[in-house]
């Protein structure tokens, strides 16, 4: 009896497992296997890529008084006309003990500055933690982006919001002791200490740098915006100049400098369809961390097929930026945003969409357009598409088309599954991903 129930329980099982395997053939008969992307927003440049010279207007600061140079500033700042750059001492010794006095003269100032404000007992705590956090955020902003400048700004804030907020949790009671401390040994110094014996003033206003290459007079700032596609060329090719031993660095003058490029006449094109654009931005891949914002000023041909050289104007400035002459530059022209696509999805299939004649009167039109199969369900579905920017291996869809770029007014969405993969597609098949 029990090798009959044994027997009959194997054979339905055998039976429920045929079952199965005719279903799932039937199953793959219906139904197409495809592959997927999902559509997803993206945010690409249309770039031009060219060497670039730089062309500033520059004043050489020397100095000729036999001495030791001391600078006034830690890094790179801008300068008044006629604002102490730099003095000259009899001896390195003396030169030294007057950095370390400035050094300590702006401690002083700080502490004592904080003795003030322990005595007005304004300050919260959550103010200075606030402080803290935003000039550590500051400071980290400034070494990526070479702002040495700022950078000792931002020092010398942090090292005041920290001193500060032990004045509020009581740490201790005030920096008069610390006050003393350095005053001492400002005194001392003064006492072994010589007096500068002349002092270098900037000859115009604008921001000094101890960077000089060579290539400071070799161009002409006011007529760079002038330069034609053959005089680019010549200065990419110049060979610096010897920098004499009595220049100690040079001032930057006028706010706006010129990147001023040679185009092949293939893309000058592109270039005269954005030359009013407000978007165009400067990339320098091996020298800058950000991008620069940039005013096209001209671009020089002698006719619209012609290689031109384009003038591009900024007026950022910083120690990086200060010290570039030729490099290599990633214009971008143009921005696009919208669903991203690879090209492998892209279709072409019949729409149907009800139009209004001449007469309007209203009928149903069919029309072979651009698209993209989508997963709904498990059904695909044929969707129009408009192209606002083709890439070598996808394109760049427009979200929300205007509603002439579109015969049947449907079109991809965000988040959409959109088949890249899969043989004999066409609306309304049934599919497994």
């Not at 400048?149 to 931002?154: G, H, Q």
């Not at 930026?321 to 696009?336: A, G, K, N, P, Y």
């Not at 598409?385 to 002439?404: H, L, V, W």
Request: proline share 2%.
């Amino acid at each position: 009896m029990e090798k009959k129930l044994i027997k009959k329980v194997c054979i339905f099982l055998l039976c429920f497992f045929i079952l199965l395997y005719i279903i799932y053939l039937l199953y793959g008969a219906n139904f197409s296997v495809v592959k997927t992307e999902t559509a997803s927003l993206a945010n690409v440049a249309d770039s031009i890529y060219t060497n670039g010279y730089i062309v500033r207007n520059e004043t050489l600061i020397k100095n000729d008084v036999n001495g030791v140079v001391a600078y006034e500033y830690d890094g790179n700042r801008k300068v008044s006309k006629g604002g102490v750059i730099a003095k000259v001492y009899a001896s390195e010794q003396d030169a030294s003990n007057h950095k370390q006095m400035k050094q300590l003269q702006e401690q002083i100032d700080i502490f004592e500055k904080l003795n003030r404000s322990a005595k007005r007992e304004t300050t919260g705590l959550d103010s200075v933690r606030n402080s803290i956090r935003d000039n550590i955020i500051s400071v980290n902003k400034n070494i990526i982006g070479g702002n040495l400048a700022e950078l000792v700004d931002n020092e010398d804030d942090l090292l005041f919001a920290l001193n500060e907020s032990k004045l509020i949790i009581g740490e201790v009671k005030d920096y008069s002791s610390k006050v003393s401390q350095l005053q001492k040994e400002y005194n001392d110094l003064k006492g072994v200490t010589g007096e500068a014996i002349a002092e270098i003033k900037s000859p115009v206003s604008g921001y000094f740098t101890t960077s000089t290459d060579g290539y400071e007079k070799k161009n002409d700032y006011k007529n760079a915006v002038k330069m034609s596609y053959s005089q680019v060329n010549k200065a990419l090719e110049y060979k610096p100049d010897k920098v004499a031993d009595n220049v100690i660095g040079k001032v930057i003058s006028d706010l706006n400098w010129y990147m001023v490029c040679p185009i092949e006449s293939k893309l000058t094109l592109a270039i005269n369809r954005n030359i009013n654009s407000s978007y165009i931005k400067v990339n320098m891949p091996y020298a800058a961390a950000q991008s620069l914002p940039v005013d096209i000023m001209a671009l020089n041909q002698k006719t619209k097929t012609d290689n031109g050289a384009l003038v591009l104007r900024c007026n950022y400035m910083s120690p990086v930026l200060s010290s570039l002459r030729q490099e290599e530059l990633q214009i971008d022209i143009q921005r696009f945003e919208g669903l991203r696509i690879s090209k492998s999805a892209l279709h072409e299939d019949y729409v149907t969409a009800t139009v209004t004649d001449k007469n309007g009167k209203e009928k149903e039109e069919t029309k072979k357009v651009l698209g993209v199969y989508v997963v709904s369900g498990s059904v695909l579905e044929f969707k129009e598409i408009a192209i606002e920017y083709s890439g070598d291996d996808y394109i760049i869809c427009k979200q929300t088309p205007e509603e002439d770029e579109l015969f049947s007014g449907r079109t991809v969405e965000l988040y959409d599954r959109v088949v890249t993969e899969g043989s004999d597609l066409y609306d309304g098949k049934s599919v497994r991903v």
